[in-house]
């Protein structure tokens, strides 16, 4: 059974950065790109980051709002997929998940980790 | 604002049949088969149902339907049940940023 646990969110203020974690299982990681979604309270899904499989030399796309201050990452030896985010502003409150890729659609998705960004 | 334009709000009644539709440019609907349609209902996490404008993924019933024309990608649901309630969105592939998505519809089974 294919899982995606995320976890690492926090409640931080603004300016200070945060690390969030992505936990695959059931199956092959490193077949799959990843993508990372956030949605902020009653809004709607906001695509941010996606990182291709090593087989497509894990290469990695950004939304224009978080281009330059997100990084997504991969450890396939551990089927873990990174977010870390610098720079956080309060516009950043939402729900993060992420998401197994396949051909630009996402498949599968975790239940969210709550990033909260408040003085 | 959202890069692909869905309407807020539909409903129907059960037994119905409802259509979402989903409207962007050239430069991603319109130009490529990498549509996807994700339910989501209140509390929980997206769900894939329509993915490559048409294909369904194993488990999701035969009741989602998706299409396209033009620069319009189209979800329907028929024989609408209560729990089919819940949000709609749509994605596409984008040349420019890999992935875009609509606003999201509310659907409401009367």
């Known amino acids: 059974e294919v899982q995606l646990v995320e976890s690492g969110g926090d409640l931080v203020k603004p300016g200070r950065s945060l690390r969030l974690s992505c936990r695959a299982s059931?199956?092959?990681?490193?077949?799959?790109?990843m993508s990372w979604f956030r949605q902020a309270p009653g809004k709607g899904l906001e695509w941010l980051s996606f990182i291709r499989s090593k087989t497509y030399g894990a290469t990695t796309e950004y939304a224009a709002s978080v281009k330059g201050r997100f990084t997504i990452s991969r450890d396939d030896s551990k089927s873990i997929a990174y977010l870390q985010m610098n720079s956080l502003k309060t516009e950043d409150t939402a729900l993060y998940y992420c998401?197994?890729?396949?051909?630009?659609?996402?498949?599968?998705w975790g239940q969210g980790t709550l990033v909260t960004v408040s003085s | 604002q959202s890069a692909l334009t869905q309407p807020a709000s539909v409903s129907g009644s059960p037994g119905q049949s409802i259509t979402i539709s989903c409207t962007g440019t050239?430069?991603?609907?319109?130009?490529?088969?990498?549509v996807s349609w994700y339910q989501q209902h209140p509390g929980k996490a997206p769900k894939l149902v329509i993915y490559?404008?048409?294909n369904r993924p194993s488990g999701v019933s035969n009741r989602f339907s998706g299409s396209k024309s033009g620069n319009t990608a189209s979800l329907t649901i028929s024989g609408l049940q209560a729990e089919d309630e819940g949000d709609y969105y749509c994605s596409s592939y984008t040349s420019s940023t890999i992935r875009v998505f609509g606003g999201g519809t509310k659907l409401t089974v009367l």
């Open positions: 998401t197994r890729d396949d051909r630009y659609s996402s498949d599968y």
């Open positions: 050239s430069s991603d609907v319109g130009g490529y088969n990498y």
């Open positions: 059931g199956f092959t990681f490193g077949d799959y790109a």
């Open positions: 490559e404008v048409s």
